[in-house]
């Protein structure tokens, strides 16, 4: 079955490490709502939606994907690119210890499951302010075995790999080619994002068990109306506050098909 692992926000959320300016402050009880409305938003999508909370007095510990990267054969618990958000990744590796194998990266490599985008067998990593090539090669070593290949991207002017480039199926992408070098991924169809909704490249797909569904962004109207004319099943839902943190829809979640 198709499932994901959320975590509830923590009270301490606008403490994390990339709220804005003080005008952006962030709305707690709105965030709350919004994440609620997120988890609906999945279970309408046929996901079986898993909240976790026991990372709640860490100030990141919503934004899940970070802390691990889930294949089919492999959980790998990553090493994070700033020293607070190491804490979060013991609860991950307590849940998915009972689903996969659980491996680990370490110090002095750095990577964060924000910067790692899945296209069927193909792994494109950013080399991003939380990402260096040591934690690359460090995933490569990891999940070769399995069959997979590891393309490094370089990121510039935003935080991971995804938050300027998705994969709206397994030859097109969405893509900020201000932010991401596109050279990468030079044999996928692009759909460039609009100069005004710079941050709509992030787009969380949900694939598996006969689902294949687009989660996208109420913030980005344009976008929206782009991605659904090619014709695309599409779901959107508001995360306005979680914005604030340069965070997307796929920050929220880690979908993985339970074995």
Same mark, same amino acid.
């Given at each position: 079955?198709?499932?994901? $692992?959320?975590?509830?926000? +923590? !009270?301490a959320?606008?403490?994390?490490?990339?709220?804005?300016? *003080?005008?952006?402050?962030?709305? %707690?009880?709105?965030?709350?709502?919004?994440?609620?409305?997120?988890?609906?938003?999945?279970?309408?999508?046929?996901v079986?939606?898993?909240?976790?909370?026991?990372?709640?007095?860490?100030?990141?510990s919503?934004?899940?994907?970070?802390?691990?990267?889930?294949?089919?054969?492999?959980?790998?618990?990553?090493?994070?690119g700033?020293?607070?958000?190491?804490?979060?990744?013991?609860?991950?590796?307590?849940?998915?210890s009972r689903?996969?194998?659980?491996?680990?990266?370490?110090?002095?490599?750095?990577?964060?499951?924000?910067?790692v985008?899945?296209?069927?067998?193909? $792994?494109?990593?950013?080399? +991003? !302010?939380?990402?260096?090539?040591?934690?690359?090669?460090?995933? *490569?070593?990891?999940?070769?075995? %399995?069959?997979?290949?590891?393309?490094?991207?370089?990121?510039?002017?935003?935080?991971?790999?995804?938050?300027?480039?998705?994969?709206?199926?397994?030859?097109?992408?969405?893509?900020?080619?201000?932010?991401?070098?596109?050279?990468?991924?030079?044999?996928f169809?692009?759909?460039n994002?609009?100069?005004?909704?710079?941050?709509?490249?992030?787009?969380?797909?949900?694939?598996?068990?006969?689902?294949?569904?687009l989660?996208?962004?109420?913030?980005?109207?344009?976008?929206?109306?782009?991605?659904?004319?090619?014709?695309?099943?599409?779901?959107?839902?508001?995360?306005?506050?979680?914005?604030?943190?340069?965070?997307?829809?796929?920050?929220?979640?880690?979908?993985?098909?339970a074995?």
């Amino acid at each position: 079955m198709l499932s994901a $692992v959320t975590h509830v926000p +923590s !009270p301490a959320l606008q403490d994390c490490e990339l709220t804005f300016v *003080e005008s952006e402050r962030i709305d %707690y009880e709105q965030a709350v709502l919004q994440h609620r409305n997120y988890c609906k938003m999945l279970e309408r999508c046929g996901v079986r939606v898993i909240i976790l909370e026991e990372n709640s007095v860490l100030p990141d510990s919503v934004f899940v994907e970070d802390p691990v990267i889930v294949f089919d054969e492999v959980a790998v618990l990553t090493s994070m690119g700033v020293e607070s958000r190491r804490k979060e990744r013991a609860t991950l590796k307590e849940f998915f210890s009972r689903h996969r194998r659980v491996e680990e990266i370490n110090l002095p490599a750095r990577i964060e499951g924000g910067d790692v985008l899945k296209i069927g067998k193909r $792994v494109f990593v950013g080399e +991003s !302010p939380r990402t260096n090539i040591a934690g690359i090669r460090a995933l *490569e070593h990891i999940i070769a075995g %399995y069959g997979y290949s590891v393309t490094p991207v370089k990121v510039s002017g935003c935080l991971h790999l995804k938050t300027g480039c998705t994969a709206l199926d397994e030859s097109t992408i969405i893509i900020n080619p201000a932010w991401v070098d596109s050279s990468a991924f030079a044999e996928f169809k692009h759909i460039n994002t609009l100069p005004g909704e710079p941050f709509g490249a992030n787009v969380l797909r949900l694939s598996g068990n006969g689902c294949d569904t687009l989660c996208m962004n109420e913030a980005f109207p344009q976008t929206i109306d782009l991605v659904g004319s090619g014709g695309y099943s599409l779901v959107t839902t508001d995360i306005s506050e979680f914005v604030k943190a340069e965070a997307g829809l796929t920050c929220m979640s880690v979908p993985f098909l339970a074995v």
